[in-house]
């Protein structure tokens, strides 16, 4: 390894979506020397397949298309001069000191070594797939992820059936859902196993624009179809999740889309001991997104899975200042970090330890939905209230630097009714 | 006739449940909304319900098989099939640039929204 062609930054950043470009603009903008690789053959990670508005509202005050939204990131990363390399894939991460570290990646003009004082972790997330969630059945052709299906529609214009079930009410789902029907597929089904829809209220819309039944405490359990998918079994679940015997009935579809949610990819920040956070699947990470290895941040879905492309710039951004202020300090020169805890019905929180040094933003989301509650942080006297929390919208409110400070130990975040 | 119609305000975030009455093609009562922008939606969703409807069209020479589109205004909710019959026949030839029009409906911009 130690004769692959040796390259030398500041600061490296994997993963070329939004997170990432956010981050190499930002680090580029404070003087540091960025190189981003992506392994992906274009810039913006999913962004270029989402086709539709809804994008960039908070960021850029408008509403952008995935792709538009994309490249706006794309041109001031040009403009800047930042270095990329697309088709890059990296193969390892090394972490020798605070301030030296090596990234191996592979690309079409060749292996390198990059030695770098800092990284930038943004691979995003994949999708949970069929077996993940308990479908049995035959293998057949017409299974897909709907990240997949999207990719092939909205990237390589390809159609994919023409009678779909969808496993999942998010919004990932949801959009496809359109897709098709708009494509002129029969969307004859989405079933989804929680007893409320898991995507934002705008995207609920479109199961009445297109008439599309939604079946919710239900879970696809078997798929049948040797070529190609024929029909998928559905079976009714409790308030505990658990199939109701006798509640069975068949779809005929010749198409099954997985919806059914996306986990942090986080396999290389593991491979160096980064603490993982079991809740949200991403890594554990402070009020600058630096994880617990000092030195390699992280941002965007692949510390929290995230609603709106909005936040996972800004947390790309917020990793970029950290890196500066890593390299400018030998560290992050922080004398004690006080934990933000989990209370009543929150399930998941970033970031995880804050310093007081800085007002921050927090991310949370509820476990259930509720109507007229209160947010409370008891230990230092903040409350806030809300007419409504569901799980499928992320929580993202200001603690400031002012407010943490009062904390002693640690500050909880509960989400209870008034 | 009366007829009752339930759906969600997507104006913003709070989401609220609305309901509106129909009597006759005349709007009655409102209920459910929390801000005068969700009362105006209601209405129009009701009266003349529109989207912005995108899609993807096939394109020549470029790096991808297809460049995404999207009209540049609401359009009405029933002709949106007509729509997209309108979009499967297009094809452009690369090089195409982000924002470029690419075709007119109806009146209705069709705009790359990215580049081939």
């Known amino acids: 390894m130690n004769d692959l062609p040796m390259l030398n930054y500041d600061v490296v950043v994997i993963g070329g979506g939004p997170a990432g470009m956010a981050a190499a603009v930002r680090a580029k903008e404070l003087g540091l020397k960025v190189l981003l690789l992506d392994d992906n053959d274009y810039l913006g990670g999913i962004l270029p397949q989402c086709i539709h508005p809804g994008f960039g509202l908070h960021y850029f005050k408008e509403e952008l298309t995935g792709p538009e939204f994309a490249a706006r990131f794309a041109k001031r990363l040009v403009e800047l001069g930042v270095d990329y390399r697309t088709a890059a894939r990296v193969l390892e991460i090394k972490n020798y000191s605070d301030l030296e570290k090596v990234v191996v990646f592979s690309s079409p003009s060749g292996a390198y070594q990059v030695w770098t004082k800092t990284i930038i972790y943004a691979a995003g997330a994949r999708e949970r797939h069929a077996f993940e969630i308990g479908i049995v059945g035959d293998r057949g052709a017409g299974i897909y992820t709907a990240g997949e299906a999207q990719t092939l529609m909205d990237i390589y214009g390809v159609m994919l059936g023409k009678e779909i079930v969808i496993v999942g009410s998010g919004d990932v789902g949801l959009i496809m859902a359109r897709r098709f029907a708009l494509e002129g597929a029969k969307v004859k089904a989405v079933i989804e196993l929680m007893p409320y829809p898991g995507g934002l209220a705008r995207n609920i819309m479109i199961l009445r624009d297109f008439d599309i039944p939604l079946y919710l405490s239900h879970k696809v359990v078997e798929v049948r179809g040797k070529e190609r998918v024929e029909r998928v079994k559905i079976v009714k679940v409790d308030e505990n999740l658990r199939e109701i015997p006798g509640t069975e009935f068949w779809i005929e579809a010749d198409t099954l889309i997985i919806s059914a949610g996306l986990v942090p990819s986080v396999k290389l920040l593991t491979a160096i001991g980064v603490e993982i956070d079991p809740t949200t699947g991403g890594p554990v990470v402070n009020d600058l997104f630096e994880t617990s290895v000092p030195g390699i941040f992280a941002a965007g879905n692949s510390v929290i899975i995230n609603d709106l492309v909005d936040y996972v710039a800004e947390q790309g951004e917020l990793a970029a200042e950290g890196a500066k202020l890593f390299i400018d300090n030998e560290g992050i020169p922080t004398r004690r970090w006080i934990k933000l805890e989990k209370g009543e019905n929150v399930r998941l929180l970033v970031p995880h330890y804050l310093s007081g040094e800085r007002d921050v933003w927090i991310y949370a989301r509820v476990s259930k939905p509720m109507e007229n509650v209160e947010v409370r942080f008891p230990e230092i006297g903040k409350k806030l209230r809300l007419p409504v929390v569901k799980p499928a919208e992320m929580l993202r409110m200001k603690l400031r630097k002012e407010e943490i400070a009062k904390a002693r130990d640690g500050i909880t975040m509960e989400v209870v009714p008034l | ?116």
Do not use: D, H
């Not at chain 2, 913003?12 to 105006?40: F, W």
């Not at chain 2, 009701?46 to 609401?74: C, D, F, H």
């Open chain 2, 1 to 116: 006739m009366k007829k009752t119609y339930r759906f969600t305000c997507i104006v913003c975030p709070l989401g609220c449940a609305l309901e509106v009455e129909v009597e006759n093609g005349k709007i009655g009562e409102i209920k459910g909304y929390t801000c005068p922008r969700g009362k105006e939606w209601a209405i129009e969703e009701v009266t003349n319900p529109k989207r912005v409807v995108m899609s993807v069209i096939k394109v020549r020479n470029g790096a991808l098989p297809t460049v995404s589109v999207k009209t540049a205004e609401p359009v009405p909710k029933e002709k949106i099939p007509e729509l997209m019959e309108f979009l499967s026949k297009l094809e452009v030839e690369a090089p195409v640039e982000i924002s470029q029009v690419i075709a007119e409906w109806e009146g209705v911009k069709i705009v790359a929204t990215r580049g081939a």
